[in-house]
């Protein structure tokens, strides 16, 4: 009887949640915007050094989200390390013996890995972009992980610490420098637009890729007394 | 009906059905996929409304695009915390010790006991 009772009452508050959010989408369909952003963006696109409107925004116009994004990114990350401790990549139970995972495997993560810097590459005049290509970098590292092979950099160390924070610390480098040299802050200087944009993106998509990996490795919590990764002996 | 109304209404379709399903799901794996609906939905009915006039605007499409790595992260997070949760606790519902009662958790399995 609770039960049913739970249920009808969950169901209620649903029912008028969805009848206030689509009221709202209605209201929000019905009134014409006041600024039509597309056409003030395709006004404005010659300046912001990319020919795609999507890396446009989230890497000049609106990189103060892309910024935050990466940050809020290895937070995640290193607060999912700290949760966990990482199993040794030798322990066989983490690795599958499937063979057809690792006949594609040879296939896949060379293929994988030239999608991913295509992608990256992309992003400048069509879709495309940095956290397409971190998701693709990932994967691979996913399967590479899956199959066994050693990934000395993903222990808690020097490298894994400077993988997660390398695409926030330059872009916040950059930020920073171009507010000290005069412009406002993220204001790229006009005549290194390109290349700073270029630069972002590629540590973007090594610290992407680093967070997820790192969160995939460290999601099988195991019992504390198995030798963790990067102990000694 | 346009179909930039059409997504956006399927997105506070999946918003409440997601809603439902993060207040009614015991399992915290189940809630969690709830949560995750219930973040779609957003993006749907961002992205749909946005293509007004039949031409995708590229500002929401961003902010999608970022909220969706976000969401990716966030659940990859609570995914280790769920997991850290049940080795220590034995159990995936964050129901009271009443409900334990009733046989839904399993046998506690403590690192410490281990060793």
Redesign the interface.
Known sequence: MMRLL??AL??A???V??GA??AA??Q??GTP?PVS??GL?ADNLAASGVEH??T???LN??SY??LL?IG??VI??I??IS??RTTSLEDPELRTSDSLLYALQRWFVPLMLVLAGYLLWAGSDRPG?A?QA??VLAASGVMMRLGGIPMPFLRPGLLLRLGLALGFTVFLLVAVASAAGGEAFLAYPKAFTKPLILAIETVLTFS?AM??LA??V????N???EPEEGDPG | MTPSLLYAFAGVLLCSLGLFGFIRLAHLLRKLLAFNLMGSGVFLVMVGLAQRDGEPDPVPQALVLTGIVVAIAATALAVVLIRRYYHLSGQATLAGPAATQHGTAKPVVRAEDRS
């Open positions: 739970a249920s969950a169901i508050v649903c029912l949640f969805a959010l689509a989408v209605w929000i369909a915007a952003l597309p963006l409107p999507v446009a925004v989230l116009f609106r989200d892309t994004e809020v990114l995640a990350g607060a999912g949760m966990a972009g956290f971190g998701a992407i967070v997820l969160l995939f460290s999601a099988p919590v019992q504390a007394l």
